[in-house]
């Protein structure tokens, strides 16, 4: 099992900076990657960013240049750092974790921590 605990949401001006965290416990060494999904109301959840170990990164284009998301692997906390964000970026943003156990993988959430951007 793995949990996730998310910080760093709130309410930003269209143009300002956030930094979300989230903090993972439990079985990390089981980690493959972990990444930032968000749902608008209304919408289906969609992937914002992720990292895969011996991978890399890889983000939705709509935050291409824009975010940018980082592990601290010593902390076993992912981050994604937005800029410039925009009153389409509103939404609560949940942390994901894919964990792999004898080839099978695992997916865990987050609480979710709400965006909301102002115009």
């Known amino acids: 099992q793995v949990q996730l605990v998310e910080s760093g949401g709130g309410l930003v001006q269209a143009g300002g900076s956030l930094r979300l965290s989230c903090a993972a416990s439990?079985?990390?060494?089981?980690?493959?990657?972990m990444g930032w999904y968000r749902q608008a109301p209304g919408k289906q959840r969609d992937l914002v960013a992720r990292?895969?170990?011996?991978?890399?990164?890889n983000y939705a284009d709509s935050v291409k240049g824009r975010f940018t998301i980082s592990r601290d692997n010593a902390k076993n906390t992912v981050y994604l750092q937005m800029n410039s964000l925009k009153p389409e970026d509103t939404a609560v943003y949940y942390c994901?974790?894919?964990?792999?156990?004898?080839?099978?993988?695992?997916?865990?959430w987050g609480q979710g921590t709400q965006v909301t951007v102002s115009s």
């Open positions: 439990g079985s990390i060494f089981s980690i493959n990657a």
């Open positions: 994901n974790c894919v964990a792999l156990r004898v080839g099978v993988a695992y997916n865990y």
């Open positions: 990292i895969t170990s011996g991978v890399g990164t």
